[in-house]
């Protein structure tokens, strides 16, 4: 086990950030989706996303694990979280701009709590381990 704070610290954020994305699939797959400032096919898209998050769910937990143990296969992971993160934040920022879904009357605070914690995430990530 490392006695490094910093591993520590990145670890727990990794683990959190798991829980996180898990927390809101179930929480996305429980509630209706039938507001009607919602774009056209906003279900069928969103749904799509469960499966590369829970890849990078799993690979965060795994890399947050490997680094406390000091296995360098956690740093290359982490930096794999890092760019998977990078690339659902940069598609979420997308989406949720081009359908104006950063109104605060479309629930814009939690949309951009979403994409500003992805990207704090994959950021801290890279300044840790690059």
Request: hydrophobic fraction near 60%.
């Amino acid at each position: 086990m490392t006695d490094d704070v910093g591993t520590w610290v990145v670890a727990a954020l990794q683990i959190m950030g798991a829980l996180v994305i898990a927390a809101f699939w179930v929480t996305w797959f429980r509630q209706p989706h039938d507001q009607d400032w919602l774009p056209t096919g906003y279900v069928e898209h969103e749904r799509v996303f469960v499966f590369p998050d829970s890849l990078l769910a799993t690979l965060l937990v795994v890399s947050a694990a490997l680094s406390v143990t000091e296995e360098p296969l956690g740093r290359t992971l982490a930096l794999v979280c890092a760019g998977m993160l990078t690339f659902l934040g940069v598609i979420d920022l997308a989406y949720f701009w081009q359908h104006g879904m950063f109104a605060r009357e479309r629930e814009g605070l939690g949309n951009l709590g979403v994409v500003v914690g992805v990207l704090l995430l994959a950021a801290i990530i890279l300044v840790r381990w690059v």
